[in-house]
């Protein structure tokens, strides 16, 4: 799975096409560790690579939270977790200084990134909120961007942002 999407991503940049990849999973699938994989390979080929991965954090086997990565940096910063304050999404709020930063990491990248992933596009992104502006702002320009998605969502989120070509990735 990750050599298709890191073929995929470079066919993407050789021939500069810089329309959607999707990656699409169920929750749990593996969809962040496919991309962090991918990220490290890009990186290695010395190919810029940014925006932000969202990993989970575990207690045992259950998820209790998540990180926010800055893959230009590598800085983290706790995102989510099962118990207010935060934004509601499900069943764990996000932190709201958290989203901010992510939003203006993905912004920075969108300008000097050749690859800028975006983890995840969801719930919140359905309604506007969220991740959703900065989305937008990223697929309005000419580099190429890698949206995470659960398989739920990813009808609503070609609807949502209009996107009429894209590559899509299902990650089982």
């Given at each position: 799975?990750?050599?298709?999407?890191?073929?995929?991503?470079?066919?993407?940049?050789?021939?500069?096409?810089?329309?959607?990849?999707?990656?699409?999973?169920?929750?749990?699938?593996?969809?962040?560790?496919?991309?962090?994989?991918?990220?490290?390979?890009?990186r290695?080929?010395?190919?810029?690579?940014?925006?932000?991965?969202?990993?989970?954090?575990?207690?045992?086997?259950?998820?209790?939270?998540y990180?926010?990565?800055?893959?230009?940096?590598?800085?983290?910063?706790?995102?989510?977790?099962?118990?207010?304050?935060?934004?509601?999404?499900?069943?764990?709020?996000?932190?709201?200084?958290?989203?901010?930063?992510?939003?203006?990491?993905?912004?920075?990248?969108?300008?000097?990134?050749?690859?800028?992933?975006?983890?995840?596009?969801?719930?919140?992104?359905?309604?506007?909120?969220?991740?959703?502006?900065?989305?937008?702002?990223?697929?309005?320009?000419?580099?190429?961007?890698?949206?995470?998605?659960?398989?739920?969502?990813t009808?609503?989120?070609?609807?949502?942002?209009?996107?009429?070509?894209?590559?899509?990735?299902?990650?089982?």
């Amino acid at each position: 799975m990750a050599n298709d999407l890191f073929r995929i991503i470079l066919a993407h940049l050789k021939h500069s096409k810089y329309f959607p990849i999707i990656v699409s999973g169920h929750v749990g699938a593996g969809k962040t560790r496919l991309c962090q994989e991918v990220a490290i390979r890009l990186r290695d080929k010395g190919i810029n690579v940014g925006g932000v991965l969202s990993p989970r954090v575990v207690n045992g086997e259950s998820t209790v939270g998540y990180e926010i990565v800055d893959l230009s940096s590598k800085k983290r910063k706790d995102f989510a977790q099962l118990s207010p304050p935060g934004v509601s999404a499900g069943r764990f709020y996000i932190d709201k200084r958290s989203l901010e930063w992510a939003k203006g990491v993905i912004r920075r990248a969108s300008g000097v990134a050749d690859v800028v992933f975006v983890d995840e596009v969801g719930r919140l992104e359905m309604r506007n909120r969220g991740f959703a502006s900065v989305t937008r702002e990223v697929l309005s320009t000419d580099v190429q961007i890698v949206l995470l998605v659960r398989s739920r969502f990813t009808t609503e989120l070609k609807d949502k942002f209009e996107i009429d070509q894209y590559d899509l990735v299902n990650v089982r």
